[in-house]
């Protein structure tokens, strides 16, 4: 069966450093990705997403992840961080002929000043 | 597009009480799921309907949850006899048809958040 691991539940960084979130999936074939960010109080919005082609997919809010085969990884990264990007991450596969998606249990990332 | 919109944002209600929440998805999706997020958790899939047909339910949608679609455009879930455990955030989402949710992603909206005291 699909699922997602999030190893991190917190992660604090400053404003301005680099950020990695580690998203790693179990799928039997060719995985589609996503990264979710959801603020307090809010739904989800759709950060980026992957399905074949370049392993490094960018996305919005200057966001990238890459995808990695070998290692069953799907990481995100921003080269810095502003005060905005605080909020939780969510890592998923799409799972199913419903095209529903699962979810990681998410990364709560908070930004230093 | 107005997005997807869920009604109310929050509901607070006794345990053993029923409770439906409301979500009317953007317009021209024929897709339609209900998640359930508890705290410290990602979403978990519920339910899924495709125009007014329910074509997937969870083993977490027991019997006291039912959910409809009736003309293939608003959605509501229903909890009847609520317990604590029921506590949590509802979203949905919706989309429009795809061969997979990379081609149709899922929109989502704010939520419903149930607290049962």
């Known amino acids: 069966a699909q699922s997602v691991t999030q190893p991190d539940i917190h992660i604090t960084v400053s404003e301005g450093a680099s950020l990695e979130l580690r998203c790693n999936y179990s799928?039997?074939?060719?995985?589609?990705l996503f990264w979710y960010v959801q603020s307090p109080g809010q739904g989800l919005q759709l950060l980026l997403k992957?399905?074949?082609?370049?392993?490094l997919v960018q996305g919005i809010k200057g966001f990238e992840a890459e995808f990695k085969r070998s290692q069953s990884s799907f990481n995100l990264r921003k080269p810095s961080v502003h005060w905005s990007d605080a909020a939780e991450y969510f890592c998923?596969?799409?799972?199913?002929?419903?095209?529903?998606?699962?979810f990681g249990t998410g990364t709560l990332l908070a930004v230093q000043p | 597009d107005t997005g997807v919109s869920q009604d109310p944002r929050h509901k607070i209600t006794k345990r053993g009480q029923n409770v439906t929440f409301r979500c009317d998805p953007i317009?021209?999706?024929?897709?339609l799921y209900w998640y359930r997020q508890t705290l410290g958790q990602g979403p978990e899939f519920l339910t899924y309907?495709?125009?007014?047909?329910?074509?997937?339910k969870s083993r977490l949608l027991s019997d006291r949850f039912s959910a409809e679609r009736p003309k293939g455009s608003f959605s509501t879930l229903e909890i009847q006899r609520t317990e604590q455990g029921d506590s949590a955030m509802y979203l949905c989402?919706?989309?429009?048809?795809?061969?997979?949710?990379?081609?149709?992603?899922?929109?989502f909206g704010n939520g419903t958040r149930l607290t049962v005291t």
């Open positions: 989402a919706s989309s429009s048809d795809g061969s997979s949710s990379y081609n149709s992603p899922l929109h």
């Open positions: 799928y039997g074939a060719t995985p589609y």
């Open positions: 992957y399905f074949s082609g370049d392993t």
């Open positions: 998923a596969v799409e799972g199913g002929a419903t095209n529903k998606l699962i």
């Open positions: 317009s021209e999706h024929n897709r």
């Open positions: 309907f495709q125009n007014e047909a329910q074509l997937e």
